[in-house]
């Protein structure tokens, strides 16, 4: 079976870090979690797979190499989520309705799906300001950081709560296009949680501002939806 470990995410680094950020965040893994340690975190296994990590991105060529399979292996899992998808409204399309049927089953997307994740996905973005504000008071005060942290989670409850009603009804094909908005919008706002909650493990500024240009680009994509759901309401 292929090694699904991502040596960034062992390492907490972004995938565009530099050598010099990578070799701190290295030392700094191996001090926390080595034998000797005066931390508590001691951890042999995963002192192996930090030095598996460090072994592969600390070195120029075998991270080019690695990041080369890390690109072949996204366009696979990208191309079978399509095929699936096509396949799924296919499907869908195979066995639609007509007339008032399909009047009906607009109305009913619309309101159990689409009204209830637009709501969701307005409180996340919407919010994200005010919350990197107060952080910048003092983006070390441990009060702030863990009022910053309550605040992702309750974001991320919010964007699952948002992807299983999304699912929970396919779209009409005249809402596709919304549909589709809506779902890399989704995606889009867990990448940008992702990123804002490596802030609060190593105080990298650079993951507060991808987080940010995340949810700037979903808040596009946000508007998009709401356009092409204009058309029909």
């Not at 009913?108 to 973005?125: A, D, G, K």
């Not at 709560?161 to 396919?170: E, G, V, Y």
């Not at 296009?177 to 867990?190: D, E, F, I, K, S």
Request: with cysteine; hydrophobic share 35%.
């Amino acid at each position: 079976m292929a090694d699904k470990t991502n040596h960034y995410e062992t390492l907490k680094v972004n995938s565009n870090a530099s050598q010099a950020e990578i070799k701190q965040a290295y030392r700094r893994l191996v001090k926390m979690f080595h034998p000797d340690s005066n931390q508590g975190t001691s951890d042999p296994e995963q002192i192996i797979r930090i030095n598996a990590a460090y072994e592969v991105l600390g070195d120029v060529q075998n991270r080019q190499n690695y990041d080369q399979r890390l690109h072949q292996r996204s366009q696979k899992t990208t191309s079978g989520r399509q095929q699936r998808a096509a396949a799924a409204q296919k499907q869908y399309q195979a066995t639609r309705k007509t007339g008032r049927d399909v009047d009906e089953q607009i109305e009913q997307w619309l309101h159990l799906v689409y009204q209830p994740v637009n709501r969701l996905l307005f409180s996340i973005l919407t919010s994200l300001k005010e919350q990197i504000e107060k952080l910048a008071a003092d983006p070390f005060d441990d009060v702030l950081l863990e009022e910053f942290q309550d605040y992702l989670n309750a974001c991320r409850d919010d964007l699952r709560q948002a992807q299983i009603t999304f699912r929970s009804l396919p779209n009409p094909p005249t809402l596709a296009r919304a549909a589709a908005h809506l779902y890399y919008c989704l995606n889009q706002v867990g990448d940008g949680l992702d990123q804002l909650e490596y802030f609060p493990l190593n105080y990298h500024e650079s993951y507060l501002h991808a987080g940010q240009e995340m949810f700037r680009t979903a808040t596009h994509l946000y508007r998009e939806a709401q356009e092409s759901v204009g058309a029909y309401v």
